[in-house]
């Protein structure tokens, strides 16, 4: 089981800021939420897995940690 993060507008989408699933790598992490929650097919945000950030499809393993996190934004 994978261990999935959800940050700033994420969450607030989705309703909540932690998910548990069972998926391979991060491209069905995303596309299993996009689906789920329509209103985040059109936002850019990162990914790290166990708190490293991933620009390519990550494969996962039992346990990992993902998460999504919007831009950042302050001054």
Do not use: W
């Not at 261990?3 to 507008?9: A, D, K, P």
């Not at 309703?15 to 985040?40: H, I, R, W, Y």
Request: aromatic residues 8%.
């Amino acid at each position: 089981m994978v261990n999935v993060l959800l940050f700033g507008r994420l969450a607030e989408i989705c309703g909540q800021s932690n998910f548990v699933f069972d998926l391979l790598d991060t491209d069905a992490v995303c596309e299993k939420l996009k689906n789920d929650f329509p209103e985040m097919k059109p936002l850019s945000f990162a990914i790290a897995v166990n708190q490293v950030l991933i620009v390519h499809n990550t494969r996962l393993k039992d346990e990992d940690e993902v998460a999504l996190m919007p831009p950042y934004s302050g001054g």
